[in-house]
Structures are given as C-alpha cells and as structure tokens.
C-alpha cells in the first residue's frame, strides 16, 4: 500500500495565537510556514531559517513546505530591478535548501494575495466563515474606491446590485468592508489605505495577463534550474479569487493557465499547488479532471470547500459540502499517488493541508489569522483524513 498524504497545519509562527502545542492535537505532523517578518524580496538568512525551524523541530514537527517566499512586485512588473530581486530570491532558496526545506509554494497574484468581502459571515448553525460577495465587491470598488475605468467592467445590472447593495448598509459597514478587502497581505493583519492600494494599481497600468505571464515565464526560467539543481519543488498557488478584480489580471486561474505554468519551464521542480478552494471558486474548472490530467506536478494540496452562487458570490463551506466533489478530487488524488508508487516516484507522500475552516466553539475566543482558527481546521482534517483512508482501503487496498 502506498503511503498517505502527509498531513500539515499552516502556521503564522511565534505570534500566532494556535500554537504549536494546539496543532500537536490535530493529527498533523507537519508544518506550513513563513518567515513573514521579513519584507517581501529581501533574503531569508540562514540564522532566521534555523531559529524557525528549530522552534517547529521543538514543538514534535517537520517544517514541510514553505508558504509562501513571496514574489516582489518589481518581478511581477518586470520593471528594471526584477532581476536583483530573482538574485535575491534564489539566494532565499539556497539557504532553505541548505536547511533540507525542498517545497516552497509561492503565487503570481498582483497586489493582494487574497480578497473577500466577509470575515465573519454566519452559518445557520452559528459557524463564521470567510465570503465573497460579488455585488458587495463591485460596490466596493465603483463607490468607495472610486476606480477609473471600474464601470467598463460592469454591467448595469451589476451596477445597479451594488447601488443597492450599498444603500442596504450603513457608514460602519462600509468602513468595515473596506477594511475586509484592504487585509488580503500575505502574513499580517495589516490594512492597506485606499490611497496606499489605489499607488499599488498605478503600477500595473499597461500590464494585461499576456504580459503578467511573459513575466511570470522570465520568473521561472530564471529561478527553475537552480532550484533544480537544490532538489527544491517550486510550487505555484492559484488566484483567489480565480478571476480579475480591480482591473488587476488574472493568470493562474484555469486548467489552461496550469498548463502555461508546467509549459513554461518544463522541470520536475516547477510544479503546482493544487487549491481546491480557489479553483473551485469557477463552475467551468473540472477539479476531479484536473487532478487526473495534471496531478503529477502537484507538489502541495491546499483542500478546502466552496460554495458557489449564480452571481459569482461563494463562501467557504464544510470541507466535504460544497460545490465541490471532494469525493472524486480525493480519489484521483490518491490514484495519482499510485501512479507515482508505480513508477518509482520518491515524492509519494504529498504534503496536503485543510485549507481554512470555520470558527466554530472555542475558536470565537482567539482572535487568529482569517480562515484559520484551530477547531474548523481540525474538523476539516479530520474529516479529510476519514475519507482518504474509506477510499483507500475499499478501492486501493
């Protein structure tokens, strides 16, 4: 029989209020970490990769994967500094390969690395889950952003859903939502001015999706064969949301973009990180096929739930109820281990996570990164855990 998934828990490090002791009572055995004090593009020493690992060492774990060693903005842009930036970036890798860390998932996303409208959108059995609310969206980006150019890309009835959606809600709210959008930065629970987001933009005036890939192939030929030649699996995440926002583009979104991604630098060391949360966020993304037409260059599972609405609108649902089958995506996930068994493949063991979860008891207690309270992920784990082993055992066995 082959082997399981390895089992990991994001965690924000020292400052996280889940501890490493909480995370020792879910089953995982792994880590998923950054060193997100240090500002993006700058190079991650081998002091502070030691400090870390040794904490999580210490607290009866592996540091599986690195998520995520992000990618600076001068990169995405290819403006004139990109390439002292990709020296900097490879020196990163270095450094972890040096530590024996060989995962390091990152993403090409412009600006912000995730975006919901609702931090705390209410089940009817009292769970708060994470929410994306398209007219909530277009309301904020045509009436408090005030984005030129925004109402070119919508259209009027779309228009008028956010007109009423604004006039539903009252000045708190609006200041609530707008803080919600402004917080996607990766590790930190800061919150971008709208003067701070709207210079972000400015930087990518002129930059279509052609062009972000042109940028994003120069990043991975450049960055590919050394990690290589580390045994460091480069793997990329999706956009989440997986379609353009606030004129920004798009580019890992689809089977298609996937497919650019492995194309781009053919190596056993660009791979993917397979989202099932983002993807499933579209209705024509064929998760099951995905898996079955690309899982061999999953170096990282991010599983998690959605589920979608006609407008556009999702929220994040139980880990086994949504929209998507996470009965099919398991079983050809764990059919692309054996394919992996079967052919000599060493990288069986496919670190996976439960991506995000709900508050759900205790969790309301503890004021923890979005989408990552301790109970909702355990239950997503669990059950998660559950059903690898009934597929496993009845039709692998």
Not at 59 to 84: M, P
Not at 228 to 252: S, V
Request: proline share 5%; net charge negative; hydrophobic share 35%.
């Amino acid at each position: 029989m082959f082997s399981n998934l390895e089992q990991t828990f994001r965690w924000y490090g020292p400052n996280d209020p889940v501890t490493l002791h909480a995370i020792s009572h879910t089953g995982a055995t792994g880590i998923v970490n950054a060193l997100h004090h240090i500002p993006a593009g700058e190079v991650w020493s081998s002091e502070e990769i030691k400090k870390r690992k040794d904490i999580i060492e210490a607290g009866g774990f592996r540091w599986s994967v690195v998520e995520s060693v992000n990618v600076h903005e001068s990169i995405r842009t290819g403006n004139s500094q990109k390439d002292a930036y990709i020296e900097k970036y490879i020196a990163t890798l270095k450094n972890l390969s040096e530590a024996g860390i060989k995962t390091v998932c990152y993403n090409f996303m412009p600006v912000l690395d995730w975006t919901r409208t609702n931090l705390d959108y209410r089940l009817p059995n009292g769970a708060s889950a994470l929410r994306f609310d398209a007219p909530a969206l277009a309301a904020f980006d045509l009436y408090i952003l005030e984005r030129e150019g925004a109402y070119n890309e919508f259209t009027h009835e779309e228009q008028q859903r956010a007109k009423e959606y604004l006039d539903s809600i009252s000045a708190d709210e609006r200041a609530v939502l707008t803080d919600t959008v402004m917080a996607g930065l990766p590790g930190t629970k800061d919150v971008m001015t709208i003067a701070e987001f709207k210079d972000h933009l400015t930087k990518y005036e002129g930059i279509d999706a052609a062009t972000l890939k042109q940028n994003l192939s120069y990043f991975l030929n450049a960055i590919i064969p050394d990690a290589a030649e580390l045994g460091i699996k480069m793997c990329i995440h999706p956009d989440d949301p997986p379609f353009p926002i606030f004129g920004l583009p798009r580019i890992i979104s689809t089977e298609k973009d996937l497919e650019y991604v492995v194309n781009a630098c053919p190596s056993a060391s660009n791979g993917l990180t397979f989202c099932t949360g983002s993807l499933g966020a579209r209705a024509d993304n064929d998760l099951p096929g995905i898996v079955s037409r690309l899982g061999s260059h999953f170096h990282f599972l991010h599983l998690r739930n959605v589920k979608r609405e006609e407008d556009g609108s999702f929220y994040e649902a139980d880990h086994l109820n949504g929209s998507t089958d996470m009965f099919a995506v398991m079983k050809n996930i764990l059919a692309e281990q054996k394919r992996r068994q079967d052919t000599g493949r060493e990288d069986v063991a496919i670190p996976m996570r439960p991506d995000h979860g709900h508050k759900l008891l205790d969790d309301f207690n503890y004021d923890t990164f979005p989408g990552y309270s301790v109970t909702g992920r355990l239950k997503g784990l669990a059950e998660l855990r559950g059903l690898e082993m009934g597929i496993k055992r009845s039709l692998f066995a």
